[in-house]
Structure formats: C-alpha cells, structure tokens
C-alpha cells in the first residue's frame, strides 16, 4: 500500500471541510510534518473560491509567523493580521499584502485574517463566518473552543497530538471526568462529541531525520507511528575543527555522527536549578559552536554553519531557565534561545540541548512525567539533540510506576507518560557518555 504524499493528505481534509457531513475536520501531525504549510494551503484555496477564511492561533508568535507564510505563499491575496491595541508588529511583516489592524469591522473586506484564540474571543466579533483553521488545537483548551464555535460554520483542526495538552497553573482534578470540562484540549472535546469524526494525519516529518524520527515515534506515537521524510536528501552534521577530548568535545562528535548524545552526571538527589547539570548544558551548546559545526540539508544543499540562533536549550521549569540564560550571559553566548517545553513547542533549531525533566530529582510527579513535555524537548532539532541527565533516571521511574486510576468517563492517556519516558531513555543509554 502506497503511503499518501502531504498533499494527497491536505487535499483529503480540504475535501471533507469543503464537502464532508461534519463540522470538523482533524488533521494531526507529527512533529515537522509540515502543519504549517498544511494551514497556509488549506487557508489559500479557502480564500481563492471566494469566501472569508478566520485562522486561529494560540500565540502571537504563531500569528505572525503564518501572517507571513501566507503573504509569502499568496502574494495576490490581502491577509490580515488582527491585533490586540499594544501589539507591535516585528519590523519583517511589514510587507505589501499584510494588514494590521486591532478592530475586526476594519478587516471586513480582507479574505484570510489571522489572529489568536484570545483577540477572536473579543466581543465584538458576532459576525459568524463560514470557515475556520485552528492552528495548534491541541494546545487550545475546550471551553475556548465553545465559547469560539459560534464565530464559523465548519473548522479545520490542525494540530500534534503527542505534544503538551493545554496548561493550567490551577487545580484542575474537579473538573475531571465531567463532560464539559475546561481542560480538555479543543480536539479531545470536539471527537469526544462526534466520535464518527476519524483524524487524518500528516505521513511524514519533515524536520526529524531518520535518526531521530524512529525512537521519538516508538515512545510518543505508538498508536499513530511516523518517519521522516524519504526524499528530504542528504542531512548530515560535522565539525571542521579538532576537539580537546573533554566529555563535552565527545558528545558534541557523538551528536554529531549519530544525531543523539547522552551526557550523564554522577547520581544526585539536587535542588531543581541544578548547577552542575547548568554549567553541563551551556557548555554543550557552547562548545557546538566553538567547534564551528556545520550542517547539511535540503535547505542548506552545500553547508551552512550552525549559529548561535539555531541552536537551542530546553528545560522545563522556569527557574532553570532563567539560570541557564543567567550562565550563558556569563560565558558570553546570550543569543542562544532558552526556554521551557511549553514555550518551545513549534519551534524548530539546528542543534537542541535538553535538561532532562527527571534529572536530579527524588520523585515523578505527573508534571514531569507528562509524555508530552518530554516529546516536545527532543524533537525541536534537524540534526542533533543533547541531553543531560543525572544517572538514576532509570530506577526513578521503576520507582514511581504509572498506577494512577482512571476516572469515570476518561479515557486513559496515551501513550502513557511512564512507558514513554522508559522508551526514550533506553535508547538514549546507547549514546550515553559518562561525566565524571
């Protein structure tokens, strides 16, 4: 059986949005598969019969970015950019064809207006329009979903199921269960309803290579495996100069040649802004640097250097990040960007070094056992990904087994945070280098 290309895919969803018996479409993607073109595709060809198309975004970033892609894509089409009253528009996106404005009545006559979840729930928009695209709808939790529904006819859902549900600093257990409850991402609500609605998906990833999209689809996509992309050409990485032979020279060559390195710390119960495993972190993706590494793809046919704004550090507490940034503004390299799992989702880098979530730590809590925090860390990266993590992981998780009940009415999570976690690491253990 012939696997569909992403345009035999797109094609699909646009039919079923255009000419299905369902209000909803859901087009899931694997991490690089190309979402984003799927949106801007979807959104064109909307556009082009005629009607006004509303898309949704769940950041600002994301809205510039796909007010872009779509100008870029459509040059002939307005697009606008619907704005909240202290939005300043980063200086590329002022180009012909976009339109910035805060009110919706001054977009009337633009056929795509892109804008995010918050600005469309103004409450000035009563106008119903007949299409919809909600762009990262994983993302969006349900009771915004309800409260946007009455603003189109029919939506296109398009999103990655194995990454972050929607966040909540709130206690959200007695919601739980219920039918209606608010935390919920837009999509787990809207099949949970319509149950007859089958998800297509996005075949191939086209940011992964094969060294990376085998392990992150076995232990995040076990039910709706992916690869990469097969006819994306030649991606490799290699450094031009010679290293000192430190444990941080071994694992950027290891990364290098294999695409993963594991760098593990001694066993250590620690304080979450672990300084050693900091240091470890910025000292990785400064020597990636430092060795002047460079890259070869698609996209950079004869090689291109690794800069310091493609390379990138994950963590997943705030606290981390702020020390990591605090070290690299130390050691001089405050360009390379450092954020959490759930600032990072969507964005795509050259190299990624990642604090290990469960590093240091005496217990497993369900935060950071959350498939979806570790998924979105190791699957930013085109070429290589670096992970640091004191030993131990291993007996951590044997020691905090998923038992958690399942309540009434919900379905159990998957794939499991736990199993997930044990998948990842054991394939990380066969690149692992030992820090002293």
Known sequence: MTTPTVSDVVDDAIDRLLNGPHRGVVLDSPPGAGK???????????????????????????????????????????????AAKDYVPPDWLHRPGVVIRQRLRDLADVPIVVGTAAKWLDPVVEQRGPWAIIDEAYQMRSDTLLRLAFIFERALFVGDP??????????????????????????????ANNPEIKPLQLPYSWRLPPSASTPVSAAFYPHVPF??????????????????????????????????????????????????????????????????????????????????????????????????????????????????????????????????????????????????????????????????????????LDAHPSVDPVPLNTKPKFPDGWEANHSMLEHLMRHRIRAA
């Open 36 to 82: 984003s073109r799927a949106v801007v595709r979807t959104a064109v060809h909307l556009a082009a019969a005629g009607e006004p198309v509303r898309v949704v975004a769940q950041t600002n970033s994301q809205v510039d970015d796909l007010v872009h892609r779509i100008a870029e894509a459509a040059p002939s089409l307005s697009v606008g950019r619907y």
């Open 162 to 191: 194995g990454q972050l549900d929607p966040f909540s600093v709130v206690n959200v257990e007695r919601w739980t269960g219920l039918p209606w409850n608010p935390m919920q991402s837009a999509v787990a609500a809207m099949l």
């Open 227 to 396: 690869q990469s992309a097969p006819e994306q050409g030649p991606r490799r990485m290699w450094l031009p100069t010679n290293g000192l032979g430190g444990v941080h020279d071994h694992a950027v060559e290891r990364a290098a040649e294999s695409g993963w390195a594991y760098v593990e710390l001694p066993a250590r119960h620690t304080l979450r802004t672990d300084a050693e495993a900091v240091e470890h972190v910025v000292a990785l993706a400064v020597r990636t640097l430092e060795r002047g590494a460079m890259v070869e793809s698609r996209n950079e046919p004869d090689g291109a250097p690794v800069r310091s704004d493609r390379v990138a550090i994950g963590a997943v507490h705030r606290d981390q990040v702020a020390a990591i940034k605090d070290e690299l503004t130390r050691v001089g390299h405050p360009a390379i960007r450092v954020d959490t799992a759930n600032r990072l989702q969507g964005a795509e880098f050259d190299v990624v070094v990642v604090l290990h979530p469960l590093s240091g730590r005496r217990d497993a809590t369900a935060f950071h056992l959350e498939s979806g925090r570790l998924c979105v860390l190791t699957s930013r990266h085109r070429h290589a990904c670096i992970v640091v993590g004191r030993a131990g992981i291993a007996e951590l």
